[in-house]
C-alpha cells in the first residue's frame, strides 16, 4: 500500500494501539466489488456543509474494485461538524505508538514529522525498506 497510498514510499504509516472494544462498530471492512457506487444525491446543510448518507450514497467510502482484495483493508474516518476547518487536528481513540516512514522519505521530512510528535511519549520511530525481488516490506532500522 506505500506505493499506492503514501507518495511512492515518500510517505509515514502511523501505528495505533487500541482497545477493541473502544473500535467496535468504528472500523469498517472495505468491500471489494466489480463495480462501484457513484454518488449520486449530496444534501446541503442549512450551514452551506454537505452531508453524505453514510448508509447509502456514502458506501463508496468503503468500496474499491475487486482486483485490490489483497489489501484486506479496513478504514475509518471522521466527518468534521465545520468542513471549513482544514488541517484540524482530531483526536482518534487509543494511543499512537509508532511512525513508520517509507524508504524515500526525506531527513527533512522525518525530522518535521519527529517534530511535531514530541510531545507523544513512548513514540518508536521506524523506517523500512522494500525488497523489490519479493515486494515485501521489511523494518531496516529504528530512528
Known amino acids: ?4 497510498y503514501a507518495d511512492s514510499h515518500r510517505g509515514v504509516c502511523l ?14 471492512e472495505v468491500k471489494y466489488e466489480n463495480t462501484l457506487t457513484t454518488l ?24 474499491k474494485f475487486k482486483n485490490w482484495e489483497y489489501e484486506d483493508e ?13 488541517g484540524e487536528l482530531k483526536s482518534f481513540l487509543g494511543k499512537l505508538t509508532s511512525i ?3 524508504k524515500n522519505t526525506s531527513p527533512e521530512n522525518i525530522d518535521l514529522v519527529k517534530h511535531n ?5 513512548d513514540i518508536e520511530y521506524k523506517q523500512v525498506d522494500l525488497d523489490v525481488d519479493t ?3 521489511s523494518l531496516i532500522k529504528k530512528i
Not at 1 to 4: A, D
Request: charged letters at 25%.
Open 40 to 63: 449520486d444525491t449530496v444534501e446541503r446543510l442549512e450551514t452551506g456543509h454537505l452531508s453524505l448518507n453514510v448508509s447509502t450514497n456514502g458506501k463508496f467510502i468503503i468500496q
Open 15 to 28: 501505528e495505533w494501539e487500541v482497545d477493541e472494544e473502544q473500535v467496535k462498530g468504528l472500523l469498517l
Open 135 to 137: 515486494m515485501k516490506m
Open 117 to 121: 510528535a514530541k510531545h507523544i511519549p
Open 1 to 4: 500500500m506505500w506505493s499506492h
Open 100 to 102: 513508520y516512514f517509507g
Open 74 to 86: 479496513l478504514r475509518t474516518y471522521i466527518i468534521c461538524e465545520d468542513s471549513l476547518k482544514k
